[in-house]
């Protein structure tokens, strides 16, 4: 069946999905597919995939809520092990190592959470689950990278944490 049709992305379920990705070979198909399934569904996440960035402004454009480019990932990710290779190590073995048993996760804060209106130190979040707060993404999209102790955590704010997967998902109980 062919993915640029309606008849294709509501057989496929669009109208209950949480997002759609399209990746096919064809810059022109994905983009015919986000039409298509942006006038479907005016409140999905699309993630789509394209080939340079003049594709990438032609998906967004076209309603792709984000877009993905293979080639210039690639490309960074070349330069990134010739000029920082212990720093692709550590990252590779940190998230790829299921030995190591860790992950970095988003985890988002709940309105009930008892950690909201606390600052990281009060929270205990390092101390009590041995975790790294990488980053806090605050409700209104600011993000705050490598967070002071004394920032405070907001109802709707996203925690990006490395630690342990077992932490993360206890952690992730009381958030």
Known sequence: MDATSEEALLKAGI??????????MSDADNVYIVLTARGLRNDIFILS????????????????SRVILPYKIGGKRMAEVLTRPTVVDFLDTAMMDSELGLAMEELKVGQK????????IESNLRKDYGVIIVAIKKAQGKMIF???????????DIIVALGKKDMMEKMSNIL
């Open 15 to 24: 109208m209950k999905a949480k997002g759609l990705v399209t990746a096919v």
């Open 49 to 64: 995939r394209g080939s340079d960035e003049k594709s990438e402004v032609k998906l967004l454009r076209a309603g792709a």
């Open 113 to 120: 959470s008892p950690m909201v209106g606390k600052s990281l």
């Open 146 to 156: 490598n967070p002071q102790s004394s920032e405070v955590i907001e109802s709707g």
